[in-house]
């Protein structure tokens, strides 16, 4: 799934420009205008990373995210700031970066993406032509999805993790199947017979009486 990202600004032309900008690059986006609408949307869905403009109309951000760290969220946030004097404040009550209006977008969104980066972490394997987002599950072959089932993206999940290692059939049936499912046999056959679709038939090797071996 898509990163989703909460921008608290009192501007609501600003904030729908952010939102747009933000929602072709892929994330998901909420926008509210006060702290109280966005404590909210906060309790009611949680997010990836809050951006917060600094004067809002019924009490800062500083404060807003002064809250939300005493009750125990620490979802990263980036502040958005009219002038550098309030950016020692900010770190101090718990932000992660910031960014001085006026606001570059292009520059927001590189911040955005490296702050996710380091907090989330990069793991995108490439196969061959595609891209395998091993946190998010989603494989991607140059900006288009590859639609795969849950236990099939888990699957690759399990072959990337373990290139060119033979793994049995019990540890597979382990990482897809919860206790109280029955695993299928003929399912994993299924599953692997997608992803040999994808990647060919080569890719996975069928270890008589034992497992598979992914060897891309």
Known sequence: ??????????DPLFAETVEEFLGEE?????????GKMAQEFIYYSP????ILDVKL???????LLEELREGGDDTPAI???SKRDGVKEGFLKGADDYVVKPVDLEELLLRIK???????????????????DVKRLELKKGEEFVDLGLKELRLLELFVKNRRKSLSKEQIFDHLWKPDEIA????????????????????????????YRFEK
């Open 1 to 10: 799934m898509p990163f989703k990202i909460l921008v608290v600004e009192d």
């Open 26 to 34: 892929g994330y998901l986006v909420d926008t509210t205008y006060n």
């Open 47 to 50: 997010y990836d990373l809050y």
């Open 57 to 63: 109309p019924d009490r800062s951000g500083f404060e």
């Open 79 to 81: 502040f958005l700031t």
């Open 114 to 132: 490296a702050l996710l980066r380091r907090v989330h972490g990069e793991e995108i394997v490439e196969i061959g032509e595609y891209a395998f």
């Open 184 to 211: 299928s046999d003929g399912a994993l056959r299924v599953y692997v017979n997608n992803l040999k679709k994808i990647f060919g038939k080569e890719a996975i090797t069928n270890i008589r009486g034992y497992g």
